[in-house]
């Protein structure tokens, strides 16, 4: 059974960088696609980034250039680096999996319902 545990949440300031972990098990020799999702007070879930088992890695425009989404296959492990953190990024932010395509690939346009499995999240909080 595939579980995922995030960790790394914290409160920083403006200007701050935390650094996101999704802890996978249970994914035996199935590729998924990973990724980031976040979820702010009565707003749906959405997107931060993605990145296939063999490596390809796309992030929303909103966080380019401040946040790197990575992946270690050996042990299953997925990263969220974030930097210049603005109050805006204060979310609870989800790790997701999906196995839906062939090879571990990622949808363009990732959405929630594409991802069977969830974790139960890690909070992220900016002050300014």
């Known amino acids: 059974q595939v579980q995922l545990v995030e960790s790394g949440g914290d409160s920083v300031e403006t200007g701050g960088s935390l650094r996101l972990l999704c802890a996978a098990s249970?994914?035996?020799?199935?590729?998924?696609?990973m990724g980031w999702f976040r979820q702010y007070p009565g707003k749906e879930r959405e997107a931060v980034g993605t990145?296939?088992?063999?490596?390809?890695?796309s992030l929303v425009e909103s966080v380019k250039g401040r946040f790197t989404i990575s992946r270690d296959n050996a042990t299953n492990t997925l990263y969220l680096q974030m930097n210049d953190l603005v109050p805006e990024d204060t979310a609870m932010y989800y790790c997701?999996?999906?196995?839906?395509?062939?090879?571990?690939?990622?949808?363009?346009?990732?959405?929630?319902?594409?991802?069977?499995?969830w974790g139960r999240g890690t909070q992220v909080t900016v002050s300014s």
């Open positions: 997701a999996a999906h196995n839906r395509r062939l090879g571990g690939y990622c949808y363009t346009d990732p959405l929630p319902v594409d991802f069977r499995y």
């Open positions: 990145v296939a088992d063999v490596g390809d890695a």
């Open positions: 249970g994914f035996g020799n199935s590729r998924f696609c």
